[in-house]
């Protein structure tokens, strides 16, 4: 039996991916390798988004050469977006890759290893119409499971290189989606996050993204509903009533805007401005008290000028998200803006990444040491990675709870577990806490 290491790069639709190609290479007798030491394949599952992520792929593609080196009979491969954004250009720069796979390749992916073994192969070929279903995914061990409900996206924002590299949109039926969510409860998963890339502009024909919500919120042994990224225009007054009416649908919405600049807006191609995306945030705190709200930003796009930038870190002030991923432009062929002339320079960018990082910690250390005495439902993922004798989790509002392990009525807390938790000390990223008195493990059947 041969074995296959893969090693994954960028966000959680690569996670899932992943799992799929695992799943795939399994059922052809692959067996799954948890380091790359002694597999007869490796493969790098990479992201595009940013450049950044590419350096980062090309120097561990470096020192996986070395087992080439040891075992020649080693098959190296790339996959994902990196491979179908960058093409024959990575077998031509990386004498040690042995394949080269897009997103859309991985359903031949038994038939490439083989021809791998022999010759140099390249296959980034998008299809329009896979979904890989009928393949079951070798999942991670835990209490979330992904679970991919779209692929591809139709926005075309400019600084975005995710259609070029992961084609049109397309759904995976609801009834396929419910089966597979069925699937990972009857395991044990206690969570699912419903995976897209502007996911809540979900329809597979017949069903939108509130059926698909409403759904999978029926599934017996789930106790949380999550899904990411959605975007902006894409909230409508069903799903923001299905997010607040199904008690499973986690209080956590990925709200992306990028930035706070109408002419930055209307560069970028989103399909909203600031009035507008206000808006939506003030619709979805209002249907949903307490609803925790993360986003993206991007600095040093084109027609960013001082009195933009300005007006992203006020409204930053004004918007008060509870966490936020923040980074600089990063020019990416096959994207509109590729070809206009760089505006910003980097010293720049760095300045207003700086400047937009203080403001977002500052404002999430506070939003988090007014948690510090409140109380909340934490579902267990496992043992703290710092301290083997304590235990984190999550709450709804997807905040990282560490706390005390103990026996609670005779039974060990363990992954999986509902348990309320006083807080009682946070960092910027962090709360700390301690088992409430009195409280036995939560029905998984009833609350958030």
Same mark, same amino acid.
């Given at each position: 039996m041969k074995s296959v290491y893969i090693e994954t790069y960028g966000c959680q639709m690569n996670v899932a991916d992943s799992e799929t190609v695992g799943g795939l290479l399994a059922r052809h007798g692959y067996a799954l390798a948890a380091t790359p030491d002694e597999a007869d394949v490796i493969?790098?599952?990479?992201?595009?988004?940013r450049e950044h992520a590419e350096e980062r792929v090309l120097g561990r593609l470096g020192e996986m050469a070395r087992y080439k080196q040891l075992r020649p009979g080693v098959v190296l491969g790339v996959l994902g977006c990196m491979a179908q954004h960058l093409k024959g250009r990575l077998l031509e720069q990386n004498r040690f890759v042995d394949l080269v796979a897009g997103p859309d390749s991985y359903r031949r992916l038994p038939d490439l290893l083989e021809q791998a073994a022999n010759e140099r192969i390249l296959d980034v070929r998008l299809n329009h119409t896979e979904l890989y279903d009928g393949i079951e995914p070798a999942r991670q061990e835990g209490v979330t499971a992904w679970i991919t409900v779209q692929r591809g996206c139709d926005k075309h924002c400019t600084f975005c290189i995710v259609p070029a590299v992961r084609g049109r949109e397309r759904c995976v039926?609801?009834?396929d989606v419910l089966r597979e969510a069925e699937?990972?409860?009857a395991r044990g998963v206690r969570e699912v996050c419903l995976l897209g890339q502007t996911v809540n502009s979900y329809h597979d024909g017949r069903h939108d993204f509130a059926d698909l919500l409403r759904a999978v919120a029926q599934v017996p042994g789930l106790l949380r509903i999550?899904?990411?990224s959605p975007y902006p225009t894409d909230f409508n007054d069903r799903t923001i009533e299905v997010m607040a009416t199904e008690p499973k649908i986690a209080r956590h919405v990925h709200l992306p805007l990028q930035s706070a600049s109408d002419r930055v807006l209307e560069k970028a191609r989103r399909r909203y401005n600031i009035s507008g995306f206000d808006a939506i945030l003030r619709r979805l705190r209002e249907a949903i008290p307490g609803i925790a709200v993360s986003t993206d930003i991007i600095v040093g796009f084109h027609g960013e000028d001082e009195a933009a930038f300005r007006e992203t870190c006020d409204y930053l002030e004004k918007a008060r998200f509870d966490f936020a991923f923040m980074f600089k432009y990063s020019k990416r062929s096959q994207t509109a803006a590729y070809r206009w002339k760089e505006e910003i320079d980097e010293e720049t960018k760095t300045r207003r990444l700086q400047r937009v990082i203080e403001i977002q910690e500052r404002i999430s250390r506070e939003i988090q040491q007014a948690c510090? @005495?409140?109380t909340a439902k934490v579902l267990v993922e496992g043992t703290s990675r710092k301290?083997?004798?304590?235990?984190? @989790?999550?709450?709804?509002?997807f905040r990282q709870v560490v706390f005390d392990a103990e026996e609670r009525g005779g039974r060990q807390i363990r992954p999986g577990d509902l348990v309320t938790v006083q807080f009682t000390s946070a960092t910027g990223h962090t709360l700390l806490g301690r088992l409430v008195e009195g409280d036995g493990h939560e029905d998984l059947h009833q609350r958030r």
């Open positions: 493969l790098l599952n990479t992201c595009a988004v039926p609801l009834e699937t990972v409860a999550r899904f990411t510090v @005495g409140q301290s083997g004798d304590r235990l984190f @989790g999550r709450t709804s509002e």
